[in-house]
């Protein structure tokens, strides 16, 4: 069984509905491992182009082997400064913060 940190599942009202704006998800095996990988962190953005629209962030380490060690990711409503931020802070206090 493995555990894992949601956080923040910030809603937004649009036509009258509730839509989600972002989700964020970290594993707390990855972040244990985090604590004993190379104290630096790749991060990238990815665009969803199915049916659902948005951007996927990342974030992941290398350990002493150089595997790539996935440690969080995020679904956001569009890659900009204000969703980066969101998904850094989060970043930073979740994982980084274990070290």
Request: glycine share 8%.
């Amino acid at each position: 069984r493995s555990s894992y940190a949601v956080k923040k599942f910030p809603l937004i009202e649009h036509l009258g509905k509730s839509v989600l704006q972002r989700a964020f998800l970290a594993l707390h095996a990855c972040k244990m491992a985090f604590v004993h990988c190379r104290p630096v962190l790749c991060i990238d953005g990815i665009f969803l182009t199915g049916k659902y629209r948005g951007q996927i962030l990342t974030t992941i380490g290398v350990d002493g082997n150089n595997q790539v060690l996935p440690l969080a990711f995020a679904f956001v409503e569009s890659e900009n400064t204000d969703s980066w931020y969101w998904f850094l802070k989060l970043v930073k206090t979740e994982v980084v913060g274990m070290r």
